[in-house]
């Protein structure tokens, strides 16, 4: 793992999360997408090397809307950046960590994802995220 990528964060509404991280942080929301098959919004700001990923569900059934259903809004998950993300993961495979996906799927601002089990992470989501290459 080479460095803290970004830190995500479950929010019910962008439309009050987006100014509050914006006044919090003193800088603006430099990207927003949606990662249709995840069913989420994301908004992104960035601190120095430092990223933050507020996430929004796009649905009520959505895993982030279920997140916030269950524990409130608050820090979903640590992402770390990682040079091979299939390399990585066969290496905490090898190391007994659960993946929850067998394979990368793409994630938001250009990357491949994969997520750890928390019950394998002291309750922390992990996710391990590798730039795309064009």
């Given at each position: 793992m080479l460095k803290v990528e970004h830190i995500g964060i479950a929010v019910s509404s962008f439309e009050?999360?987006?100014p509050l991280f914006s006044k919090l942080l003193n800088t603006n929301c430099y990207k927003q997408e949606e990662v249709a098959s995840e069913k989420v919004r994301t908004a992104f700001f960035q601190k120095g090397e430092t990223k933050i990923e507020l996430l929004e569900s796009t649905t009520p059934d959505g895993v982030i809307q279920k997140f916030i259903e269950k524990k409130g809004e608050g820090i979903h998950h640590i992402a770390f950046e990682v040079a091979d993300i299939h390399a990585e993961m066969n290496r905490l495979q090898d190391e007994g960590f659960t993946l929850?996906?067998?394979?990368?799927?793409?994630g938001a601002d250009n990357k491949l994802v994969c997520f750890l089990h928390p019950k394998d992470t002291n309750g922390v989501l992990i996710e391990?995220?590798?730039?795309?290459?064009?």
């Amino acid at each position: 793992m080479l460095k803290v990528e970004h830190i995500g964060i479950a929010v019910s509404s962008f439309e009050k999360a987006i100014p509050l991280f914006s006044k919090l942080l003193n800088t603006n929301c430099y990207k927003q997408e949606e990662v249709a098959s995840e069913k989420v919004r994301t908004a992104f700001f960035q601190k120095g090397e430092t990223k933050i990923e507020l996430l929004e569900s796009t649905t009520p059934d959505g895993v982030i809307q279920k997140f916030i259903e269950k524990k409130g809004e608050g820090i979903h998950h640590i992402a770390f950046e990682v040079a091979d993300i299939h390399a990585e993961m066969n290496r905490l495979q090898d190391e007994g960590f659960t993946l929850i996906n067998p394979q990368p799927k793409e994630g938001a601002d250009n990357k491949l994802v994969c997520f750890l089990h928390p019950k394998d992470t002291n309750g922390v989501l992990i996710e391990l995220c590798q730039e795309k290459k064009l």
